[in-house]
């Protein structure tokens, strides 16, 4: 039983006082049996559920005590907002006369938790109307919830108000420092860090999270590494800022290492790290993660399943994301996106279809990513019509407005099909403004289809431009031998500080991924690589469909130097690194992180044939299937 003597927290309006103080322990046994008054906040404090809570304030209403109390109205509103409940809580708050800082602090703070900032933000303006100081606990909860400039402010009132000083309140601090880093201002935000006399694992994920999500991986690994104990969630920014940065390699490494310091990853880790996968196009590592989901008990939710389908079918096994993707409950349009993202990558335009036949059936509504996926779909087809039709549907039925993306694919659609006109016309009749992607697609599509009419009059309407434009620009001038304004282009890209992207090719071999750029000898196996260029060139030398396409080589150099240029491609060194480090008869599975080039697919097809190698290459499009001489894109592509 109760002692009749125990400690209790009376509320004066003002500071919490600690207080000893004797109870005759009968007075509350109707409701909750021998409860003490000055158990009745803990006893709040220690409900679970929603209806113990209702009860306990049931019981306090019937006994009168809900309007005399404010300790008790306190402890109601704040595990009211922690149960959900958030109007419970504004009504609670709205019946308290004259609340004081504890009182804004915590409806301040349930807000904040609910992500409704705008309303946390007014409270803290109400409040200092009322003319009531906030302490550190209220900036910490209202800095979660303000805009960047607000923020800003926000710094400066904590300042005023003594709050932020030289002995810096950690919470305050780490919360100023993720509100400049959310608004680009990294300096700042080191800045406060650095001043910080002591730096909790929080602050320091809050800086490493910082730099990762704006891509400076190389000062967030700094920090990082120097860090003395790191928990999940720091290894989990960690990965998740390599593979979200074009560092998947280094992300699928830190997770190796992550494992070997006894640290257990959770869902968060597995989606990162299987997004890395699906970049390399690793797909042993990719199943390897895979069967460590099963056999360590991660929990398979939506997210992970949506994951495993994306990593499946960007490393080109959609047998095991057809698998994955059945196996997944209660499928989200997430879900069936990546599914049908993985069919459109694969050319399978039936089954893309399919599946949107079936998501919509049950009722799942297609977003802007579907129709990204089906138009894509259609382009690697040539399906005109039907990417007109899902266009319109789009716009006419599910009320979802273009993006530029949209346009980017119908262009290329239409411009690949050769209906040059009527892409350009398409352009011409934009809401949005066309950006240079789209003009250099179209470009592009010009090229093909020897349109220099056309495009010369796009490049008139250019301007400024990005790499992609002017590299279709020296393209278009190579190809007809121009060798004059293919310098002046290269110039101006130079002038300009842009940079062409460069090539790269990786292929996966004894669970490491190996990478190579064009002309690369970098690799140990350098000698045994080009004497395999070799090898193929002879291979190449019996095959009479095959010439060179030197008209590609966008140098003006002489037709030995082009030859010679595209002998040593990154998806030709690959290949053949492939071919002399895998086992006879086994697929090669390469991945280039640009288009694939029209000399590499040809020598790929003459390649799957006298090798007898089915032969994979995953482009920055599409995936081309080799085999038996012939690819699956139909040389469409
Ligand atoms: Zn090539
Ligand atoms: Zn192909």
Same mark, same amino acid.
């Given at each position: 039983?109760?002692?009749?003597?125990?400690?209790?927290?009376?509320?004066?309006?003002?500071?919490?006082?600690?207080?000893?103080?004797?109870?005759?322990?009968?007075?509350?046994?109707?409701?909750?049996?021998?409860?003490?008054?000055?158990?009745?906040?803990?006893?709040?404090?220690?409900?679970?559920?929603?209806?113990?809570?209702?009860?306990?304030?049931?019981?306090?209403?019937?006994?009168?005590?809900?309007?005399?109390?404010?300790?008790?109205?306190?402890?109601?509103?704040?595990?009211?907002?922690?149960?959900?409940?958030?109007?419970?809580?504004?009504?609670?708050?709205?019946?308290?006369?004259?609340?004081?800082?504890?009182?804004?602090?915590?409806?301040?703070?349930?807000?904040?938790?609910?992500?409704?900032?705008?309303?946390?933000?007014?409270?803290? @303006?109400?409040?200092?109307?009322?003319?009531?100081?906030?302490?550190?606990?209220?900036?910490?909860?209202?800095?979660?919830?303000?805009?960047?400039?607000?923020?800003?402010?926000?710094?400066?009132?904590?300042?005023?108000?003594?709050?932020?000083?030289?002995?810096?309140?950690?919470?305050?601090?780490?919360?100023?420092?993720? @509100?400049?880093?959310?608004?680009?201002?990294?300096?700042?935000?080191?800045?406060?860090?650095?001043?910080?006399?002591?730096?909790?694992?929080?602050?320091?994920?809050?800086?490493?999270?910082?730099?990762?999500?704006?891509?400076?991986?190389?000062?967030?690994?700094?920090?990082?590494?120097?860090?003395?104990?790191?928990?999940?969630?720091?290894?989990?920014?960690?990965?998740?800022?390599?593979?979200?940065?074009?560092?998947?390699?280094?992300?699928?490494?830190?997770?190796?290492?992550?494992?070997?310091?006894?640290?257990?990853?959770?869902?968060?880790?597995?989606?990162?790290?299987?997004?890395?996968?699906?970049?390399?196009?690793?797909?042993?590592?990719?199943?390897?993660?895979?069967?460590?989901?099963?056999?360590?008990?991660?929990?398979?939710?939506?997210?992970?399943?949506?994951?495993?389908?994306?990593?499946?079918?960007?490393?080109?096994?959609?047998?095991?994301?057809?698998?994955?993707?059945?196996?997944?409950?209660?499928?989200?349009?997430?879900?069936?996106?990546?599914?049908?993202?993985?069919?459109?990558?694969?050319?399978?335009?039936?089954?893309?279809?399919?599946?949107?036949?079936?998501?919509?059936?049950?009722?799942?509504?297609?977003?802007?990513?579907?129709?990204?996926?089906?138009?894509?779909?259609?382009?690697?087809?040539?399906?005109?019509?039907?990417?007109?039709?899902?266009?319109?549907?789009?716009?006419?039925?599910?009320?979802?407005?273009?993006?530029?993306?949209?346009?980017?694919?119908?262009?290329?659609?239409?411009?690949?099909?050769?209906?040059?006109?009527?892409?350009?016309?398409?352009?011409?009749?934009?809401?949005?403004?066309?950006?240079?992607?789209?003009?250099?697609?179209?470009?592009?599509?010009?090229?093909?289809?020897?349109?220099?009419?056309?495009?010369?009059?796009?490049?008139?309407?250019?301007?400024?431009?990005?790499?992609?434009?002017?590299?279709?620009?020296?393209?278009?001038?190579?190809?007809?031998?121009?060798?004059?304004?293919?310098?002046?282009?290269?110039?101006?890209?130079?002038?300009?500080?842009?940079?062409?992207?460069?090539?790269?090719?990786?292929?996966?071999?004894?669970?490491?991924?190996?990478?190579?750029?064009?002309?690369?000898?970098?690799?140990?196996?350098?000698?045994?690589?080009?004497?395999?260029?070799?090898?193929?060139?002879?291979?190449?030398?019996?095959?009479?469909?095959?010439?060179?396409?030197?008209?590609?080589?966008?140098?003006?150099?002489?037709?030995?130097?082009?030859?010679?240029?595209?002998?040593?491609?990154?998806?030709?060194?690959?290949?053949?690194?492939?071919?002399?480090?895998?086992?006879?008869?086994?697929?090669?599975?390469?991945?280039?992180?640009?288009?694939?080039?029209?000399?590499?697919?040809?020598?790929?097809?003459?390649?799957?044939?006298?090798?007898?190698?089915?032969?994979?290459?995953?482009?920055?499009?599409?995936?081309?299937?080799?085999?038996?001489?012939?690819?699956?894109?139909?040389?469409?592509?």
């Amino acid at each position: 039983m109760l002692s009749s003597s125990s400690s209790s927290i009376l509320y004066t309006g003002g500071l919490p006082i600690i207080k000893r103080r004797s109870i005759s322990p009968s007075v509350f046994k109707e409701d909750h049996q021998c409860v003490l008054p000055d158990q009745l906040p803990s006893l709040i404090d220690k409900c679970k559920s929603l209806t113990q809570l209702l009860q306990i304030h049931a019981s306090l209403i019937r006994r009168g005590l809900d309007h005399h109390n404010q300790l008790l109205t306190f402890k109601l509103l704040r595990s009211y907002s922690s149960l959900g409940r958030l109007h419970y809580s504004i009504s609670l708050f709205d019946q308290t006369q004259n609340p004081d800082v504890f009182f804004y602090t915590a409806i301040i703070h349930a807000h904040s938790l609910n992500n409704l900032h705008s309303q946390a933000f007014n409270f803290y @303006v109400r409040m200092l109307r009322d003319g009531i100081e906030p302490t550190e606990y209220t900036f910490s909860s209202v800095l979660k919830s303000c805009p960047f400039r607000a923020g800003k402010e926000i710094h400066a009132q904590a300042i005023k108000f003594g709050v932020v000083s030289k002995s810096s309140n950690m919470y305050v601090v780490t919360a100023l420092v993720n @509100v400049y880093g959310k608004g680009g201002d990294l300096e700042s935000a080191r800045q406060l860090f650095d001043k910080m006399p002591d730096r909790s694992l929080v602050s320091l994920a809050a800086m490493i999270s910082i730099y990762a999500k704006h891509g400076d991986v190389d000062l967030a690994w700094k920090l990082f590494d120097e860090m003395p104990e790191k928990d999940v969630v720091c290894w989990n920014v960690m990965i998740d800022g390599y593979a979200q940065h074009g560092r998947p390699n280094e992300a699928l490494e830190l997770f190796r290492k992550m494992l070997m310091d006894q640290m257990r990853p959770n869902e968060v880790t597995i989606v990162a790290v299987l997004s890395a996968c699906g970049q390399l196009g690793a797909l042993e590592s990719g199943k390897w993660i895979h069967s460590y989901i099963m056999n360590n008990k991660v929990h398979l939710n939506l997210q992970v399943g949506t994951a495993l389908v994306d990593m499946y079918s960007k490393c080109g096994s959609l047998e095991d994301a057809t698998i994955v993707f059945d196996t997944i409950d209660n499928k989200d349009v997430v879900a069936w996106n990546s599914m049908i993202l993985g069919f459109a990558m694969h050319g399978f335009l039936k089954d893309v279809f399919r599946m949107f036949v079936d998501m919509t059936r049950i009722g799942i509504r297609p977003t802007d990513i579907t129709f990204i996926g089906i138009l894509n779909a259609c382009a690697h087809s040539g399906a005109v019509s039907d990417g007109w039709k899902f266009f319109r549907m789009m716009k006419d039925k599910y009320k979802i407005e273009p993006k530029i993306e949209h346009y980017g694919c119908m262009v290329n659609l239409l411009g690949r099909a050769g209906h040059l006109d009527e892409a350009f016309e398409l352009v011409k009749g934009m809401d949005i403004e066309p950006d240079l992607v789209l003009w250099g697609t179209l470009l592009n599509a010009c090229r093909i289809h020897h349109k220099i009419g056309l495009a010369e009059e796009i490049l008139k309407n250019l301007g400024n431009s990005s790499s992609g434009s002017y590299i279709m620009m020296s393209n278009m001038y190579a190809s007809s031998g121009n060798w004059d304004e293919v310098a002046r282009t290269r110039a101006a890209m130079k002038g300009n500080g842009i940079v062409k992207e460069p090539g790269c090719t990786s292929i996966e071999v004894g669970n490491k991924v190996h990478e190579f750029v064009a002309s690369d000898t970098r690799h140990p196996k350098r000698k045994e690589i080009y004497e395999m260029i070799e090898e193929m060139n002879g291979w190449l030398k019996g095959f009479d469909e095959y010439s060179p396409k030197t008209e590609i080589v966008l140098h003006n150099i002489d037709e030995t130097e082009k030859r010679r240029s595209l002998e040593v491609h990154s998806e030709k060194l690959a290949i053949a690194f492939g071919l002399i480090s895998t086992e006879r008869g086994t697929t090669i599975k390469i991945f280039k992180n640009l288009r694939v080039c029209s000399d590499c697919h040809d020598v790929t097809k003459i390649l799957s044939k006298i090798t007898g190698r089915e032969i994979i290459v995953r482009d920055r499009s599409r995936f081309h299937r080799f085999e038996n001489g012939l690819c699956s894109c139909g040389d469409y592509w």
